[in-house]
């Protein structure tokens, strides 16, 4: 505790406003999402299905549109563009209090995920720029701790004003965006690479002329084959750990009474969220470039041993005893592959890079998926067998994205420019 408190003392003033910021969007988001099917439901009239198709399809198209917004954050100022998405996420959610027409909400959804998925985008490559590389993981670390708490804290706020109207959980979300929007405007300054605003002016100018074409961008990330390897072995493991409590809400409904499966699925919450928020920055912080192989094997083998306990019984004991080895795994890969992706992008196309990265979230859409089938057509167990096999195979993408960029550095040394 004494080193991570000391290590935010120690934090830049700009790099402590944005974690700030961080925390208030995690809050803000999992507030409003929630409420959200109870809103879609009730005040929009919109079906079961529909709310998943809306909520699903508007998470997907936010991840992939991210991959734009995290080119379009290296070609302007960074903290110009978390501003003017901040705004607009605030407008989109202020809009949602008074639009009530379906195709008119599910418009509104849409892009507020494009905007808050490219936020993070964003969010990332400027934290690449304020902290230096020998401290990334362990921000990364901080941040993630961070955005956990916002996770856990969110939905009871966001429930809890429903109470004021319908629009509560909206108008909750702005206040708390906007409050953390104040010294983002107000130390602006900070976040500039240089200081002064003809100087920025200036950084922008040049990064216009020398920045490539997106289309060009695209063609340097499909070439890149560390990039997507990792990309690949990302998607597959946020297939297991991603939808976690949504999966196991799919299993136990259908191996336990509707009461236990309730209450199991509290415990697996409770006990995921303690361990991220506790151990985080402890795994956290020892990850470097030069073990990350290392622990990518350990978070991997982390979540095979938990999918395997769960899938031997539904003893709450032994259910979270299972959910506390394999959300170890989940602290250790998640700033792992954000350190593999920071030590591999070029200066320039940071953001862009993190965009790519950012499409490991489409393994939380295809989780549910995949364990609805092999639950509707197999032996319960078989989805803990199943998953257990991403997770080899994501490992497998981590192995051979380590040993490219080995072999990339090396031949680097040999061959200098």
Not at 176 to 205: C, H, K, Q, W, Y
């Amino acid at each position: 505790m004494k080193n991570f408190l000391e290590m935010i003392r120690e934090l830049p003033f700009a790099m402590k406003i944005l974690l700030l910021s961080t925390t208030a969007r995690a809050l803000s988001f999992f507030a409003i999402l929630a409420y959200m099917p109870i809103y879609l439901y009730d005040t929009v009239g919109m079906d079961g299905a529909t709310i998943g198709y809306v909520i699903g399809g508007s998470v997907l198209a936010g991840t992939l549109v991210s991959v734009y917004g995290g080119y379009l954050a290296d070609r302007v100022t960074k903290i110009n563009f978390m501003i003017v998405l901040d705004i607009a996420i605030m407008l989109l959610y202020l809009s949602l209090t008074v639009v009530h027409n379906p195709l008119a909400v599910a418009a509104v959804l849409l892009l507020a995920n494009v905007a808050s998925s490219s936020m993070g985008v964003t969010g990332s490559a400027l934290l690449s720029e304020l902290v230096p590389p020998e401290n990334r993981t362990k921000v990364f670390s901080l941040r993630y701790s961070l955005q956990n708490i916002g996770a856990a804290v969110g939905p009871f706020i966001g429930v809890a004003t429903i109470a004021a109207g319908s629009g509560g959980p909206f108008i909750l979300g702005v206040g708390i965006i906007g409050a953390s929007l104040l010294p983002l405007m107000i130390f602006r300054r900070r976040f500039l690479p240089v200081d002064g605003e003809a100087a920025a002016a200036t950084v922008t100018e040049e990064q216009d002329e020398e920045s490539p074409k997106f289309r060009e961008v695209l063609k340097v990330m499909r070439a890149d084959r560390r990039l997507a390897y990792f990309t690949i072995g990302g998607i597959l493991s946020l297939v297991v750990y991603g939808p976690l409590l949504t999966i196991m809400s799919q299993y136990l409904i259908l191996v336990e009474t509707r009461e236990n499966a309730y209450e199991l699925v509290a415990y697996i919450s409770a006990a995921n969220a303690v361990v991220v928020i506790t151990t985080q920055y402890v795994l956290g912080s020892r990850l470097r470039q030069d073990n990350l192989l290392k622990w990518l094997i350990v978070g991997s083998a982390a979540f095979a041993v938990g999918l395997f306990v769960m899938s031997l019984s539904t003893n709450a004991a032994i259910i979270v005893i299972a959910v506390v080895i394999f959300t170890l795994g989940e602290v250790i890969v998640v700033p792992a592959e954000f350190t593999f992706i920071d030590s591999i992008a070029p200066d320039n196309l940071r953001g862009s890079y993190f965009g790519a990265q950012n499409l490991v979230h489409i393994g939380i859409a295809l989780g549910p998926i995949l364990c609805g089938f092999l639950l509707q057509h197999f032996a319960p167990a078989v989805m803990f067998y199943v998953l257990i096999a991403i997770v080899i195979a994501g490992l497998w993408f981590f192995i051979a994205g380590c040993r490219v960029a080995v072999s990339s550095a090396n031949q680097e040394v040999r061959n200098p420019a």
